[in-house]
């Protein structure tokens, strides 16, 4: 029996699924846009210089708590530092050892991590909403009081080293220091993985100093999203954190400079098998007005797996399982990038491809169904991303360490919703000419040489 014989076979194929008897089904069309949800919130700044943002979710009995420090520095040593200071954070305090912590998080359902990067310290975490007092008191001591004990420290330091030593041969990350060191040059930001010799000369003494001198609430931002009272929750975190104090404000990340087009940099990684393209330009950030219009341009070059990206060089070209473009959003400036992962013998043509790919969306941009498809995937994504507690406060965090809040939020899908198809075409024209794009291509420089070089634009690393 075939399988779009349907008076007897209980499986059908998608082409027996898609058609009925008089013909193809028809495709529903794309439903309305709902408005967002109101959010009661309270955003205020404590006296400490703490800027706390709660939002009342009552989708389950939780919350979700995120605190962002910025925690930049010049030192060399800095990274490596910072590193082995978020992961000793909750080792230990004055009233709490490790098993302390983890039982009184445990008792309320909840949990606490830290992570570091060249921009930040953040902490977060998530309980019961009974268990927010708790919480917040893990907090304030880890804050105030973190010991990092001795054996703490050398225990991580090790384990760090170890993952940094298995880090640095992932072609991913060798990839992103490579694009970072070709941006930015040796700019703070491109610290991201400190060296594993410099997290071996890590003390417990430089660990606490770090502490006391960078682990501070002025410019730091608190977002909390749960099933509370804003108003009695902001009260709360104030009395919880009153013993968090200084004159000074948190260090801050020096500005990016703009990001200058130029050649493609062929960084040589002998024997490999695979390529990775990175390609970067300079952006404007979701303050700009332009920002919308570039978002929905974006979604249509790779910011989706419809896009005309995947299109060719995933389904036409069979180059690469997938290609990707988005935006990175440091401090208040923006990038955009493109990457793919390629074989060596298709890297330049998949270079070739994506520069065609980038002009093609100034000189053919999207139509307006494009442009309708790509705007109920962004705000049906957006919507979904902060429909949990946990997805709303991991896009408010981001949103507040750049001074937005709730309203931006809240009235953003109303902004997508208003951008027309020729402000798309002017943003993809703007943005996405291949004339203002760098970037890095990692691989074997003895098979990749001759074909990218013939193509033009790309110089190879000598160094």
């Not at 071996?200 to 100093?209: M, S, Y």
């Not at 939020?409 to 002017?426: G, N, S, Y």
């Amino acid at each position: 029996m075939s399988a779009t014989d349907t008076t007897g076979s209980r499986h059908r194929d998608a082409d027996a699924i898609g058609r009925t008897a008089t013909g193809p089904r028809e495709v529903p069309g794309l439903g309305g846009q709902r408005a967002a949800a109101d959010l009661a919130h309270t955003d205020t700044v404590l006296p400490n210089g703490l800027r706390v943002l709660a939002v009342r979710k009552q989708t389950v009995p939780m919350v979700e708590m995120r605190l962002t420090i910025p925690f930049a520095g010049d030192d060399p040593l800095h990274p490596a530092t910072a590193e082995v200071l978020a992961e000793t954070l909750l080792t230990g305090t004055r009233r709490r050892d490790r098993v302390a912590i983890d039982t009184d998080l445990a008792l309320i359902g909840g949990e606490l991590g830290a992570m570091v990067d060249p921009e930040h310290l953040g902490l977060s975490g998530s309980a019961l909403a009974s268990g927010l007092p708790t919480l917040l008191d893990v907090l304030a001591d880890v804050l105030t009081e973190a010991s990092h004990p001795d054996a703490e420290v050398a225990r991580e330091a090790d384990r760090i080293a170890e993952r940094l030593a298995v880090a640095r041969t992932q072609p991913r990350v060798i990839a992103r220091e490579a694009l970072q060191r070709h941006r930015y040059g040796d700019h703070p930001y491109t610290r991201e993985i400190p060296h594993a010799e410099d997290v071996a000369a890590v003390t417990p003494e430089a660990v606490r100093a770090l502490h006391a001198a960078a682990v501070l609430p002025g410019g730091s931002t608190l977002v909390l999203v749960g099933d509370f009272d804003p108003d009695t929750v902001v009260a709360d975190v104030e009395q919880a954190l009153r013993g968090w104090s200084s004159d000074r404000n948190a260090a801050e990340l020096p500005a990016l400079p703009h990001l200058q087009a130029g050649d493609v940099l062929l960084v040589p990684r002998p024997g490999a098998v695979q390529s990775q393209i990175r390609l970067s330009a300079q952006a404007v950030p979701r303050t700009d007005p332009r920002y919308p219009a570039l978002q929905l341009a974006n979604l249509t070059l790779g910011g989706y797996f419809s896009s005309r990206l995947v299109e060719n060089l995933r389904e036409d070209k069979g180059y690469t399982y997938g290609a990707h473009s988005g935006f990175e959003f440091t401090g208040t400036g923006a990038t955009v990038q493109v990457e793919a992962d390629t074989a060596s013998d298709v890297t330049a043509a998949a270079l070739l491809e994506t520069r065609y790919e980038l002009g093609r969306l100034g000189l053919v941009p999207p139509t307006d169904d494009d442009v309708e498809s790509v705007r109920q995937y962004a705000i049906g994504s957006l919507l979904i991303g902060s429909s949990s507690q946990a997805g709303l406060a991991n896009q408010l965090s981001s949103l507040a360490v750049v001074g937005l809040g709730v309203e931006w939020l809240l009235e953003h899908p109303a902004r997508v919703a208003r951008v027309t198809t020729e402000e798309v075409a002017e943003a993809a024209l703007t943005f996405f000419a291949p004339s203002r794009f760098t970037g890095v291509v990692v691989g074997d420089a003895d098979v990749l040489a001759p074909r990218l070089e013939a193509l033009g634009g790309v110089t190879v690393d000598r160094e």
